[in-house]
């Protein structure tokens, strides 16, 4: 094995690993609940209909059988669907609100925050959530909707999601 194929393999474990690290630390619910104890009693009988409905499919079935958005591929559009969907009324549209969650950019990982142009996060942004000082330096602004769509357009994995209370 080569030098570059030992790094290059190194790498991609280690995001890997951290990616994994992170699903496991890191739990967000669809934004339809209104008491987040009932995922853990009103989901265990159910086949995830949520899941398959998900139009952007970001939601994913835990092995305690509850869903669980993923931000790897895209975003939420808040379509109501996995609402719709839920047999057990855990998730109804009328407890329809921001996904409880907190989307922060890393500055120091940011390509902008380090001067190399890239609009890549602003780019998918549908709410204008992210406002750039000058042309580099983005920040989330208060529109922003905890969607995760600029998540996954980052090319070095700047912005993170955190679970809110």
Not at 45 to 72: H, R, W, Y
Not at 110 to 116: A, F, I, R
């Amino acid at each position: 094995m080569q030098r570059r194929e030992l790094f290059g393999f190194l790498s991609s474990s280690a995001k890997e690993m951290l990616r994994e690290k992170k699903d496991v630390e890191v739990i967000i619910r669809p934004p339809y609940f209104n008491d987040a104890n009932a995922f853990a009693t009103e989901c265990q009988n159910c086949k995830g209909e949520c899941a398959s409905l998900c139009q952007e499919q970001i939601i994913t079935i835990t092995e305690d059988k509850t869903p669980k958005l993923v931000f790897d591929t895209r975003g939420c559009t808040y379509c109501d669907e996995c609402a719709v969907a839920c047999p057990s009324d855990v998730l109804l549209v009328e407890n329809k609100h921001l996904i409880k969650a907190s989307i922060v950019i890393n500055q120091d990982k940011c390509l902008s925050w380090q001067g190399v142009m890239c609009f890549s996060c602003k780019d998918p942004c549908f709410e204008d959530a992210i406002d750039f000082k000058a042309m580099f330096m983005p920040e989330i602004n208060d529109k922003c909707t905890n969607c995760g769509f600029c998540i996954t357009r980052c090319p070095v994995d700047a912005i993170d999601i955190k679970k809110v209370s």
